[in-house]
């Protein structure tokens, strides 16, 4: 039988009940053992399947479900740190965040980054694989399982970039919607990449109202391709370009991640060059800039901007029209930023 996928946390109710049809197994299996995966079981544990089913399909399947490795909690907000062991023994992280309006997990999308962004740790080994569909629900179930709570809201925005790995995160992001499973509504949804254009217009045409954020971090091309080496491909104009482009497709707003980094895009100066380029773009399109003071990674050398120059900053862009708020931060002490700490856990076994 020719499988469709390496994993069955890929596959959708019917594909599911397709396969154990063709096993000679009742149909319902599927509704069975897509709602175990959705409660973080692996194949080994889903004991209302027969034990010859499940060995079989354990020796016919990779098991996509990850380990917890490690888990760090922030003294701080109550932000915890996951480290999640693949069955490759590869490693990703995902963070649970609580909030007033309910609990959100951030997960990753590939193991390591090819994107090479100047100041975040998850591109500094490079990528090593994408995900699949499967790994990444695997992802927000294993944190669910852990957490003991329901999970109301996903960014795609942990290690690696989604729009990279096009083809699994869209399947990802319907497979989280499924009643059946998670059942995690497309608006509780917030997609992030730092800006593979060709992938915005292909999204653009799924129907997926999901909220799309956009890594900016520059008003200028030559700043931003010294920071993040995919403007040297696609460029500022290109990139706002479609931007626009989905909005008009989608009537969905698009919100704008901006990283602030001491003495290199922090002052007054950029703060009017940001708000005249996106008022170009998008003059009567309604947008929003997420402000985030940048989370230190040593290997960088990049600096933390003080809270007074991220309000200043995000003042100047709401005098000028663009709705801008500054992130609050979470999981500081437990090294909350994407990247770190699988670097730090990959140093340690090396040792």
């Known amino acids: 039988m020719d499988r469709p996928f390496p994993d069955l946390q890929s596959m959708t109710p019917e594909e ?21 995966f959705s409660r973080g079981l692996s194949v080994g544990e889903i004991t209302t399947l027969p034990k010859a089913l499940r060995e079989r399909l354990l020796s016919e399947y990779v098991d ?60 500094l080994g490079g990528r090593v694989r994408n995900l699949s569909a499967g790994e990444m629900v695997g992802e927000v179930a294993a944190l669910a399982r852990d957490a003991g709570e ?27 919607n499924r009643p059946e499973g998670l059942g995690i509504g497309y608006r509780h949804i917030s997609l992030s990449t730092c800006g593979v254009v060709p992938k915005i ?22 700043r931003r391709s010294r920071m993040m080496p995919v403007n040297r491909k696609w460029n500022l104009d290109e990139l706002l370009t479609a931007c626009a482009a989905y909005f008009d497709a989608t009537g969905r707003r698009i919100s704008f991640e901006y990283t602030l980094i001491a003495g290199e895009n922090d002052t007054q100066d ?41 309000r200043r900053f995000a003042d100047t862009l709401n005098r000028l029209g663009v709705t801008a708020t500054v992130r609050r ?16 856990n990959a140093g340690e076994a090396s040792v």
Request: proline letters at 4%.
């Open 270 to 310: 950029e703060a009017r060059r940001l708000a005249g380029l996106l008022k170009l773009y998008f003059p009567d399109k309604p947008i929003h800039v997420n402000l985030i003071r940048l989370n230190e990674v040593k290997e960088t050398g990049f600096r933390t901007p003080d809270g007074g120059a991220a």
């Open 16 to 36: 599911l009940a397709d396969l154990f049809t063709a096993l000679g197994q009742p149909a319902y299996r599927a509704k069975q053992v897509f709602s175990a």
């Open 201 to 222: 217009y292909d999204l653009a045409k799924e129907d997926l109202p999901i909220t799309l954020s956009i890594s900016l971090h520059a008003s200028d091309d030559a």
């Open 150 to 176: 329901r999970i109301d809201g996903i960014v795609v925005m942990g290690i690696g970039e989604p729009l990279d790995n096009y083809e699994n995160a869209l399947r990802f992001l319907r497979l989280v």
């Open 64 to 123: 996509a479900t990850p380990n917890v490795a490690e888990k760090r909690v922030s003294k701080i907000d109550g932000t915890a740190k996951y480290l999640l062991r693949l069955s490759d023994g590869n490693a990703v992280e995902a963070v649970l965040m609580k909030y007033e309006h309910g609990t959100t997990v951030c997960v990753s999308s590939q193991v390591g980054c090819a994107m090479g962004c100047a100041f975040c740790a998850s591109t």
């Open 329 to 344: 931060r979470l999981g500081a002490d437990v090294d909350a930023a994407c990247g770190q700490l699988r670097r730090q």
